[in-house]
């Protein structure tokens, strides 16, 4: 029997709308926060025991329907040659901020990135994976992930996160450096998605969080042909595909075009119209994370009001606009996947 949140992903008929949430293994869990007491956050990644923990924490605490790996998209990035850290946020303080040491300005810093070799690089995420699965015990499915091109990109150049102007730069004044860092970058999510799949992830997302920086023309000509390039990869790899971006809203029928299964949307586009605008695929989201942080009754009715507005035509699934944020009550998060679950169109 087929998992709702696998069948709504293929747009087939399911019995009740599958909801899980991005960051739903995060510093709002009591059981997260205990981990990270003890250890550093890049630590926690770096411990196949404690992946599988903290990833099936959630389903077991809040019910949802579907896991995501514990896991960071910036993880290959030492194995490509640059010096990553997360600079505070050290034992159960938060995940702190990203970190390059050695960010990469020019074209010859490029051409001296690696591609990642999974199964030597990065073999605490494997056993994770294949730890996870066993602790899953065929409750749930599991999402596997990578960040995009751009977004893993954003990192790597500017050294840190919430900048875009040295990416930008590069770009606009190297346009042949610019597509050799995003070839690579391409490469490292295949291989880390081929090496996922393999070790047993069900779905694979793709987080292309930053891609509303971008104008359209420099999306057709950096972005979308190596996303493309991912979902047609994913596709042969016989598991669903899920694009998550922001800000990318007047995008959506472009974005539908690539090849992905599902489009995970924000919080600042109606869902009823996300849906009729991108079609052909499933979508997924969009219930604004801040509204977890209000009144518990609150949340639920914007919950439910949202997937009444989704529709019953099958491909949908619930989710947040982004991810969980820092303070949200638990119990708030357990009503809204209750409340979700509850619905029908009886």
């Not at 599988?52 to 605490?61: C, R």
């Not at 050290?90 to 070799?117: F, H, Q, S, Y």
């Not at 009823?272 to 979508?283: F, Y």
């Not at 998060?333 to 509850?342: G, K, S």
Request: charged share 20%; glycine share 10%; net charge neutral.
């Amino acid at each position: 029997m087929t998992h709702p949140f696998l069948a709504a992903c293929r747009r087939e008929p399911v019995d009740r709308v599958p909801v899980w949430m991005m960051r739903q293994a995060g510093r709002y869990q009591p059981s997260y926060r205990a981990v990270r007491e003890k250890v550093s956050f890049l630590e926690l990644c770096r411990s196949p025991e404690l992946i599988a923990q903290v990833t099936t924490a959630p389903i077991e605490e809040l019910g949802f329907d579907a896991a995501i790996l514990f896991s960071d998209i910036l993880l290959a990035l030492p194995a490509m040659g640059l010096e990553l850290s997360f600079e505070s946020g050290e034992k159960g303080k938060g995940n702190g901020g990203p970190r390059i040491a050695n960010p990469v300005r020019t074209g010859v810093d490029v051409r001296a990135l690696r591609i990642p070799d999974p199964l030597r690089d990065l073999p605490f995420v494997l056993e994770g994976i294949r730890l996870t699965r066993r602790a899953l015990r065929g409750r749930v499915p599991l999402i596997g992930f990578v960040g995009g091109p751009f977004t893993v990109g954003s990192y790597a150049v500017e050294g840190t996160g919430g900048g875009f102007e040295r990416l930008k730069a590069l770009l606009y004044g190297d346009p042949p450096a610019a597509h050799e860092l995003f070839e690579k970058l391409t490469r490292s999510a295949l291989v880390q998605l081929e090496a996922q799949v393999s070790a047993g992830v069900e779905a694979a997302q793709v987080f292309e969080s930053w891609l509303g920086e971008l104008a359209r023309e420099d999306l057709e000509e950096f972005s979308f042909p190596y996303l493309a390039r991912i979902a047609a990869a994913i596709r042969r790899m016989g598991v669903p595909s899920i694009l998550f971006s922001t800000g990318t809203t007047s995008h959506l029928e472009r974005l539908a075009a690539l090849g992905y299964d599902v489009l995970s949307v924000d919080w600042r586009i109606p869902i009823a119209e996300a849906r009729a605008r991108a079609l052909g695929v499933a979508v997924q989201g969009n219930l604004d994370a801040a509204l977890l942080l209000g009144p518990k009754g609150n949340a639920v009715a914007r919950a439910v009001e949202m997937v009444r507005a989704a529709g019953p035509e099958p491909g949908y699934i619930f989710n947040l606009g982004h991810g969980v944020q820092v303070g949200t009550p638990p119990e708030t998060v357990r009503a809204v996947v209750e409340a979700v679950h509850a619905f029908t169109w009886g």
